[in-house]
Nanobody, 128 residues
C-alpha cells in the first residue's frame, strides 16, 4: 500500500503560480512512477504530467506543456507540480497517483487505469 497526500492548492489569479506537493508513505516511493491528474467540474479526470522513478523522464499533456513542471525528491518521498502562467481553465481538483514505471515505456501513462494508488486531491481555483 502507498498513501498519497496532496497539498498546495488554493485560489490564484490568472497568470499566477502555485506549487503542489504530494507526499507518499508506505511502500518504496522510488519504485513508482508518479503522475498528476486533474478533474474540472462536470468533466472527466484527465492526465496532466508524469515522472519516472528517478526523474529522468517526464511527459505532459499538451494543455499544460511549457507551463507546468513535474519533479520529485526521492529523499523526501515527495512529488511536485509547479504550475506557472495559470489560466481559469486550469481550475480543477488535482490528484497525484503512483503507478508502474512500465507505463512510461508503453505509452499508457495518460490512462487512469495505469495507476494503482491515488491521493484525495487538492483544489486549485484560478480566477480571471
Amino acid at each position: 500500500q502507498v498513501q498519497l497526500v496532496e497539498s498546495g492548492g488554493g485560489l490564484v489569479q490568472a497568470g499566477g503560480f502555485l506549487r503542489l506537493s504530494c507526499v507518499a508513505s508506505g511502500r518504496t516511493f522510488t519504485g513508482y512512477a508518479m503522475g498528476w491528474f486533474r478533474q474540472a467540474p462536470g468533466k472527466e479526470r484527465e492526465f496532466a504530467a508524469v515522472i519516472s522513478t528517478r526523474g529522468y523522464s517526464t511527459y505532459y499533456a499538451d494543455s499544460v506543456k511549457g507551463r507546468f513542471t513535474i519533479s520529485r525528491d526521492n529523499a523526501k518521498n515527495t512529488v511536485y507540480l509547479q504550475m506557472n502562467s495559470l489560466k481559469p481553465e486550469d481550475t480543477a481538483v488535482y490528484y497525484c497517483a503512483a503507478g508502474d514505471l512500465r507505463t512510461l515505456y508503453s505509452g499508457t501513462y495518460y490512462l487512469q487505469g495505469s495507476y494503482d494508488y491515488w491521493g484525495q486531491g487538492t483544489q486549485v481555483t484560478v480566477s480571471s
